[in-house]
Nanobody, 121 residues
Framework: QVQLVESGGGLVQPGGSLRLSCAAS????????MGWYRQAPGKQRELVAS???????NYRDSVKGRFTISRENAKNTVYLQMNSLKPEDTAVYYC???????????????WGQGTQVTVSP
């Protein structure tokens, strides 16, 4: 009932920048939390950054000062601006959205399909 479409991944050199986008559509009443996770080969999925409806944000220590998460509520879209990228940022990035559905007001959690970010010379 809720679909997420991610875009913006790719190959970039160390020190470069990328901007990820994730747009949600479907039977959405409201969105509480929006976030970005990543998973590198052989590693567990980890939270990169999250933003709540109040606009409060949370970042993992390794990306603080380099990544910025933002949201555009009118478009049900979350962004991740990634600057000063490092090879260790290489991973598949997934967006995650939590909110409530229309009519039933049931809670939902949805994941994007994932977008590859590769940082390499």
């Amino acid at each position: 009932q809720v679909q997420l479409v991610e875009s913006g991944g790719g190959l970039v050199q160390p020190g470069g920048s990328l901007r990820l986008s994730c747009a949600a559509s479907g039977s959405i009443f409201d969105i509480n939390s929006m976030g970005w996770y990543r998973q590198a080969p052989g590693k567990q999925r980890e939270l990169v950054a999250s933003i709540r409806r109040s606009e409060s944000t949370n970042y993992r220590d390794s990306v603080k000062g380099r990544f910025t998460i933002s949201r555009e509520n009118a478009k049900n879209t979350v962004y991740l601006q990634m600057n000063s990228l490092k090879p260790e940022d290489t991973a598949v990035y997934y967006c995650n959205i939590e909110g409530r559905l229309k009519v039933s007001y049931s809670d939902f959690t949805s994941w994007g399909q994932g977008t590859q970010v590769t940082v390499s010379p």
